[in-house]
C-alpha cells in the first residue's frame, strides 16, 4: 500500500495513471491500481498553507539555512512508527486512518533499550499540538536507554530505515515524558543525529513541552543525494546523550517517528522501477509412453467441436483433465503443472484460423497419463514466457 499526502485547491482531486517509459525497445512497464482511498486531514497538520499562522521554517540537516515545507510540496509516507508500542490499526488512529506499525524491525545493535510507558495519566496536550497529532497510545509508550548509564554512553540507539535515494524527507519524532521520575528541565538531554549529521543538539522534552505527560513534536528535512539510478540507501536515526549540560541523568527518549518523501522541483515522487524479475518455467512432468491409453469419446464431447479446435490443443486439455483424476495423489500434476499445461494448451490453438494446425476430425485419440519420478520437459524448446498470451486472460 502506498500513501501519499496532497494539498487539494478546489473541490475535485485529479487522479491519473500511465505507464513508465522503458529504456529497452524489447520490454514496456506498465501501472496497475487495486483501490483508491481518500481521506480529508487538517490543513496544517503536515503540509501547511505558505502564509499559515505560525509557520516556521525546519532545520535543515547538515545545512545552515532553514527549509520551508508548504502545500506546493506532495508527500509520500515511508514509515510511521509506534516506539516501543503495539501496532496501532487505522480505525484506532485520530480518524485519519493511519496505520502506526511497531520499530522492532527497524532498531539495531546490541541493545534495544528500555520500556518506559504510563497509561494511567491523561495526556495534557499544548495548544501548537492538537490531539489529532497522533493516536494517545503513541505518546504513552517509549523507548529509552536502561538504567545503567555508563552503559548508555557507550552506544547509540539506533534506527536504520531504507528509503529512495535522491530526494528530500521530511522526519517527523515525537516526544512525551512519561517517565514519572522525569518532569524537571535539564533531567534527560540527548543529541539527535540523523544520516551521521546532527540534527538536535541538547534536546530536552519537558523543556520543548513544558510539563510531563505533555506531546510534543520535532520535524527535520534531510536530503539523501542519488546514487546510481536512485537505488535505495539507508536513513539512520540515532539518539545519545547529552553530557555538556551535566542533566540528572544520562539517558534519551522517543515515542514516535514519520518519514516522509517529498517531491521534487517538478512534484516527482516516483523512485527507481523495480529490478525485473524472471519467472521460472514450470516444466511439466514427462509423460511416460508406456501409460499412454486409446480412448474414444463419443457422447461426452460435443461433434461441433470437430474442424474448430486444434488437435494438439484439445490432447493437452484432456491430458491434464486426465491427469488430474489419478487415483494416487502422488502422480496428479501439482497446480504449477496444471497452469503451465493450460497455457500450452492455448498456445497450441492459435493458428486454427489460419489453417496453419492440425484440426479436430475424428474422436479417437491416445492420451498420455504422467508416472512420477522423471521430471524432465515433455515439451523441449517452449519457454514458459512464450506460453503466456492475453488471448481470454
Request: no cysteine.
Given at each position: 500500500?502506498?500513501?501519499?499526502?496532497?494539498?487539494?485547491?478546489?473541490?475535485v482531486l485529479d487522479i491519473k495513471f500511465s505507464s513508465s517509459l522503458s529504456n529497452s525497445s524489447e520490454e514496456a512497464y506498465y501501472g496497475f491500481v487495486n483501490g483508491i482511498e481518500v481521506v480529508s486531514m487538517p490543513l496544517n497538520l503536515y503540509l501547511p498553507e505558505r502564509d499559515a499562522p505560525g509557520l516556521y521554517g525546519l532545520h535543515f540537516v547538515g545545512q545552515k539555512d532553514l527549509f520551508y515545507?508548504?502545500?506546493?510540496f506532495s508527500m509520500e509516507t515511508c514509515y510511521r512508527l509506534n516506539m516501543a508500542g503495539n501496532?496501532?490499526?487505522?480505525k484506532q488512529d485520530t480518524g485519519m486512518f493511519r496505520r502506526w506499525t511497531r520499530d522492532d524491525d527497524y532498531i539495531v545493535g546490541a541493545s534495544t533499550g528500555d520500556w518506559p510507558f504510563n497509561f494511567n495519566f491523561t495526556l495534557r496536550y499544548p495548544p501548537d499540538v492538537p490531539p489529532y497529532t497522533a493516536p494517545e497510545m503513541v505518546y504513552k509508550t517509549g523507548r529509552a536507554m536502561g538504567l545503567h548509564e555508563n552503559v548508555s554512553l557507550l552506544y547509540n540507539l539506533s534506527w536504520i530505515f531504507p528509503i529512495d535515494s535522491?530526494?528530500?524527507y521530511l522526519v517527523r519524532l515525537h516526544f512525551c515524558e512519561v517517565d514519572r521520575w522525569m518532569k524537571r528541565i535539564n533531567q534527560r538531554v540527548f543529541d539527535i543525529f540523523i544520516n551521521n549529521e546532527t540534527a538536535e543538539f541538547e534536546a530536552d522534552v519537558i523543556a520543548w513541552s513544558?510539563?510531563?505527560?505533555?506531546?510534543?513534536?520535532r520535524d527535520y528535512v534531510v536530503f539523501v543525494p542519488k546514487v546510481n539510478n536512485g537505488e535505495r540507501q539507508d536513513l539512520w536515526l540515532e539518539l545519545?546523550?547529552?553530557?555538556?549540560?551535566?542533566?540528572q541523568y544520562y539517558n534519551v527518549i522517543l515515542n514516535g517517528a514519520e518519514i516522509f518523501k517529498l517531491s521534487n522541483y517538478d512534484g516527482n515522487l516516483a523512485g527507481p522501477n523495480p529490478p525485473k524479475k524472471i519467472v521460472p518455467s514450470l516444466p511439466p512432468k514427462k509423460l511416460n509412453p508406456k501409460s499412454s491409453k486409446k480412448i474414444t469419446l463419443i457422447m461426452i464431447v460435443d461433434t461441433s467441436m470437430k474442424g474448430t479446435i486444434s488437435k494438439e490443443s484439445f490432447v493437452k486439455f484432456l491430458e491434464i483433465a486426465m491427469n488430474c483424476l489419478a487415483k494416487h495423489s502422488v502422480e496428479r500434476p501439482t497446480m504449477g503443472e496444471v497452469l503451465w499445461n493450460l497455457e500450452l494448451s492455448l498456445k497450441l490453438q492459435t493458428g486454427v484460423e489460419t489453417g496453419k494446425?492440425?484440426?479436430?476430425?475424428?474422436?479417437?485419440?491416445?492420451i498420455a497419463t504422467?508416472?512420477?519420478?522423471?521430471?524432465?520437459d515433455a515439451t523441449p524448446g517452449i519457454e514458459f514466457s512464450e506460453i503466456v498470451m492475453p488471448l481470454g486472460r
Open positions: 500500500m502506498k500513501e501519499f499526502i496532497v494539498y487539494v485547491n478546489g473541490q515545507v508548504d502545500y506546493n501496532e496501532i490499526p487505522p535522491g530526494f528530500l513544558s510539563g510531563y505527560m505533555a506531546p510534543v513534536y545519545h546523550p547529552n553530557t555538556k549540560t551535566n542533566s494446425v492440425e484440426v479436430l476430425n475424428n474422436m479417437e485419440f491416445h504422467t508416472s512420477t519420478g522423471n521430471n524432465s
